[in-house]
């Protein structure tokens, strides 16, 4: 049953969400919280701490290997990997998050983002939040991206949403990078229009999917 797994996280995200509110504006994060943020878009004072950012992408990086690991054991000659993404708690951001998926299918091979209406691996939300637009999980399985309304004005929206979907693929914060790097996110200022991942996070993001392959391969422990 591929999507049981899937039902149980969507479960999960809906409690973890019930309890933050009608949106996960308030996920920010503490240090008995369950859900934790990941990484903004911009370096603001609550993710200040950049050694948890990194631990936090790990976690979401590892939430979502394990479903692909899972895929990968029901379909071992594919030739990438497929991670499936529900765009139905962001329907202002369709546009700008098929961009992003066109983008990182044009500049990557080992993994494909793709659209379901059912059994997806992570889900876009949008919303108020004063942290601005993040990436987030809980470390256990479940885990999404937050857009934040005032952000994807104030900065070019389609570099938001593939500089957190690069979350998703492994990707850590690099704020002190130049405009051409797509994980520097907010770093280079609103004037920044580059939506494409650069050469050397082309070939991370490449190198790390290879390397999840070679991990699904491998007989569950
Ligand atoms: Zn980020």
Not at 54 to 68: E, H, L, P
Not at 79 to 107: H, L, M
Request: overall charge positive.
């Amino acid at each position: 049953m591929r999507h049981q797994r899937t039902v149980v996280v969507s479960t999960a995200l809906g409690l973890a969400l019930a309890g933050l509110g009608a949106i996960p504006a308030t996920a920010a994060p503490s240090a008995t919280s369950a859900t934790s943020a990941t990484s903004a878009y911009v370096h603001g004072s609550t993710y200040a701490g950049s050694a948890k950012e990194a631990a936090n992408n790990k976690a979401f990086y590892d939430a979502v290997m394990k479903s692909v690991a899972k895929k990968r054991a029901a379909n071992p000659l594919a030739a990438s990997v497929t991670v499936y993404y529900s765009t139905r708690n962001a329907p202002s951001f369709r546009s700008q998050i098929s961009q992003s998926a066109q983008i990182w299918n044009s500049s990557v091979q080992n993994v494909r983002l793709a659209e379901s209406s059912s059994g997806a691996d992570f889900s876009y939300y949008e919303g108020n939040d004063p942290n601005g637009s993040y990436a987030s999980t809980d470390g256990h399985g479940s885990g999404y991206i937050f857009l934040d309304y005032q952000q994807n004005q104030q900065y070019y929206s389609v570099r938001v949403v593939a500089h957190e979907t690069g979350h998703v693929l492994g990707l850590p914060d690099h704020y002190s990078g130049p405009c051409s790097e797509l994980m520097s996110g907010g770093g280079p200022g609103t004037s920044c229009r580059n939506a494409y991942p650069n050469s050397t996070e082309k070939s991370r993001v490449n190198s790390l999917w290879r390397n999840g392959l070679a991990t699904a391969f491998k007989p569950a422990a």
